[in-house]
């Protein structure tokens, strides 16, 4: 399996957006409200179809070379794959001993109610 991938895209503006539209993949497009967002977009989205189809033993389609009018969009999977991945640390907490035994008597999950704080916190749900 190689790591490297370069497909063709067309790019268009409709509106306010910038579309880029696979020529090798039905269906596969990233908008963006500049050019370097829909690229940044389209490289993530063609990342995530390409681990998609290997992690189904499938082979990704052929890569038009001939095509004009195109920008090519490159990625490199180690990279998309390890943001696919959830690597958990290990940290120590304090809490107060109320809280601990309120807690266990409920059997809360301490780190999925530590992961899901967190991230509130950051504003990510």
């Known amino acids: 399996m190689k790591d490297n ?11 306010d957006d910038i579309i880029l539209r696979f020529i090798d ?10 050019e370097s967002e829909a690229i940044e977009a389209a490289q993530e989205v063609l990342a995530l179809t390409l681990i998609d189809l290997l992690d189904r033993g499938e082979e990704p389609p052929a890569i038009s070379f001939e095509e ?24 120590t907490v304090t809490i107060p001993q109320w809280l ?12 999925a109610c530590m992961v899901r704080g967190i991230k509130e916190e950051l504003g990510l749900l």
Do not use: C, H
Request: hydrophobic content about 40%; charged content about 25%; aromatic content about 18%.
């Open 100 to 111: 601990d035994l309120l807690a266990k008597e409920r059997n809360i999950n301490y780190s």
């Open 68 to 91: 004009q009018n195109v920008i090519y969009i490159n990625v490199w999977l180690p990279y998309y794959r390890n943001m696919t991945k959830e690597i958990y640390i290990k940290k």
């Open 5 to 15: 991938y370069v497909y063709p895209a067309r790019i268009e503006k409709q509106n």
């Open 25 to 34: 993949f039905d269906d596969v497009i990233a908008f963006g409200a500049t």
